[in-house]
C-alpha cells in the first residue's frame, strides 16, 4: 500500500505545462553554448488566448449570468438543468449518438475537472488500466494517484498517416492481463493523431469482449483539418453506459480562463463523478456554466476560420522542423505537434530548460507523455509570425546542442 | 483495502444542500399530516445571494480580468503570483501571523476545493484523523474517501456560550490512538459556535505535543457578531508548516457563484496541494481569481452593514425556536443555526422532505454533520421576512410531527 509521502512523489509538476515559471534555472547556465538568442518570448506549453480570442458573446452570457444571481450561482453538483440539456442535444447531434440530458451530463471546472472524475469513479487501489504512449501527462498521474496500475499500450504515430498507429495486439494484451478500463485522447495529446474508423472499432470489439469501461478524451475532436474523418468512440456500438466521452471548450473555443469541461454518455459514471465533485469543487463556478450556450452555437464560420489559421500555422511548423530531418507527424486535428530532435549532448530536461532562457522559447518535455525523451511538445495555437520565428530557433538550438 | 464499489457507496449525496431537486418525494406524503401551507420557497441549505449581493465591483475585476487575456486566463497551478501577494498580506493582517506569498497561498476552486486538496495531502490509506461532530459534513466523507479513519471528538455546543465545547479529553485520546490530523471548522459548521482563546490554546498544546497537523476550516471568520474575540488557529504559536487555514469569499461575501477559495499557511501541505491540483482542476478559473483582489478590501462600512443585517436574522430566527423550547446555540459567527428538533413520529430524512413538500422549506438534515438525528441547519442569509415566515413553518410542522 502506497504511503502518502509516495503517492505524492510520483505526482511532480516541475515540467508541466505553464510551472515553468517555478523551476530554477542556475544550473543550466554552465551547460549553455553561444550566446543568447533574440525574439519574442513563445510560450508553446499552451495556446495564445490573445492571438486567438474567445468565442464571440461568451463574456455576455457570463454578464447575464452574474445578473440573473443566485439561481445561477447554486445549480445542482453535475450543472445547471437548463444548460444540460442543451449541451445534451448538441452533444448528441456532434457524436452521432444519443445523449441523456438529465443523467448523461455533468459540467466540471475544466477538461482535466472531468478526467480527474471520470479517473476517480472507475479506479480503484490495485486496477488496471490501458494508457497510450504517448499520451496526455495527466492520465498516468492520476491512474497513479489512485493506486491503479498502467499497462502501457504503444501508438507508433510516425508509421502511417491513415491510422494513429494503435498497437491493438498490446491494447489486447493489457484487457487479457486484466485491465477494465482504457483511457485515451483522440486526437492523440501530444501528437494530433486521429484514430482511424478502423481502430475505433477495433477498440470498440476489444472493450465489448473484455467488459472495459472506455474514457474517451475528444477535447479537440472539433479542430479537425482537411475535413479528417473522425469516429466518435461512443458512436462506435458500445453499451451507453461503457464509454464515457470528455470535451471542452477550453482550447479551440479559447475558453479555458473559465475552466468548462464535460463528461457525457454513461450514466453511471457520471452518478460517481457527481458524488465526486460534491467533495471535491462541489461544482463548476455558477457564472460560468452559462458560457456553454454559447458552445457548438458560435457565429456562421467562425470555426472554420478558426481551422483554416490553425491549419496555415501548422504547414508552417511542421514544415520548419521536417527541413532539419526532425520527424514530425503532420497533426490531422487539434493544436498539438510533437517533434522528433536529433540526438543531443544535454539531457532533454536541460534542453527544455535552454530553449527558454537562451531560445525564448517554451516546450513541454515529451518525457511527460511517457517514454519519449527525444521529442517535445508545442501548442501551435499562437501568433503566427511568432510561432514561426520560435520554431526556427527551436531548430537553431537543437543544431546548437546536437552530439 | 476498499473496493471502488465501497468507495463510492458512502459518498451520498441525496441529502447534500443543494442536492434536493433530485430527490423523488413521493415515498412521504403518505406520512404527511395536515394540509399543505402557503409561503414564498425558501432554501435555508445556503445562503441566498439575491438577498445578501455579491461584493461591489467584483464583477468589474472580473471583466476587467477577461479584457486582460492570456495572462490571466493561464496563471500557475497555485494562482497569479500578483494576486497572491495581495492575499498574504491581507491575510496576515487578518490572522495575525505572516503569510509567505510565494510558498504560503494557494487559490483554489472554492473553500471546497481547499479542503479536498488539504485532505488529499495529508491523509492516506489507513491514517487516524480527528474530526468533531458535529462539524462540516464534508470533511467525514473526504477522510473516508482518501481511505483514512475518523476519531470523533464531540462538541458540546448547547453547554456553554463562552467555549464552543469541544471535548478536550477526546482530542487527546484522538491523538494518543494515533491522528496526525485534526480538522475542523471555525466558526464551527453548523453550529455558528466561534472556539474560545482557551480552546485554541488547548488544541495547539495538544498539536505540539503530538506533532498534529491541523487543518483550520475558517470560511466564516470575518461574519462575528457583537465583537466575539476570535483566535486565529495559526497565530496560536505553532510551527507554521503545521498548520493549514481554509478560508473563502463565497459566504459572507455572497461570491459562490465565482468558485474561489484559499489554503494558507503551510508551504509543504500547500506544495502537495499544488501537485495535486495540477491533475484535479489545473487552477481555479483564471479570470475568476481576479475577483479576489475585492477581498478585505470592501467598501467602508460594507462588512459591518452586512453583519448587521446578518445579526437581525439571526435573533428572529432563534427566538422563533426557542419559544417553543427547541434548544438552539446563539451562532456567535457565521450564518448557520443548528436547532434541535423534538422528537418526532417521522425519521429526519422523511421530516426533511416533508418540510420542503408540505411547508416550502429547505433545510439539510443533522445527520449530515455527524451522529445529530434530532437537529436541522439553516443557514439564515435570506430576505429576513421569508426567512421569519419559514422560521414558524418548521416550528409549525415539528409540533404537527410531534410523537
Known sequence: MASIEDKFRTLGIDNAPGQEVRQNADDVTRLQRGPVMTGTLVDFSHGDVDAFLPTPGSFDEFAEAVAIGGRQAYTEYRGAAAIRAELAADLASFTGAPVQPDLGVIITPGTQGALFLAVAATVGDGDKVAIVQPDYFANRKLVEFFGGKIMPV??????????????????????????????????????????????????????????????????????????????????????????????????????????????FGSPSIIARMEKLQAIVSLRAAGYNQAVLKTWFREPAGWMDERIVQHQAIRDDIVAIFRAEGMATRVPQAGSYVFPTLPELAVSLADFVKLLRIQAQVIVTPGTEFGPHPNSIRLNFSQDRNAAVAAAHRIVQMAKTYKV
Open 154 to 263: 504503444a501508438l507508433d504515430y510516425l508509421g502511417s498517416e491513415e491510422e494513429a498507429g494503435l498497437d491493438l495486439a498490446q491494447l489486447r494484451a493489457a484487457f487479457e492481463a486484466g485491465a477494465k478500463t482504457f483511457l485515451f485522447s483522440n486526437p492523440n495529446n501530444p501528437t494530433g493523431a486521429v484514430y482511424s474508423a478502423t481502430e475505433i472499432a477495433a477498440i470498440a470489439d476489444l472493450a465489448r469482449e473484455f467488459g472495459v469501461t472506455v474514457i474517451a478524451d475528444q477535447l479537440y475532436s472539433r479542430l479537425r483539418y482537411e475535413n479528417t474523418a473522425y469516429t466518435h468512440m461512443r458512436a462506435a456500438g458500445l453499451p451507453e453506459d461503457q464509454v464515457l466521452t470528455i470535451m471542452g471548450p477550453s482550447k479551440t473555443e479559447s475558453l479555458s480562463g473559465y475552466r468548462l469541461g464535460i463528461g
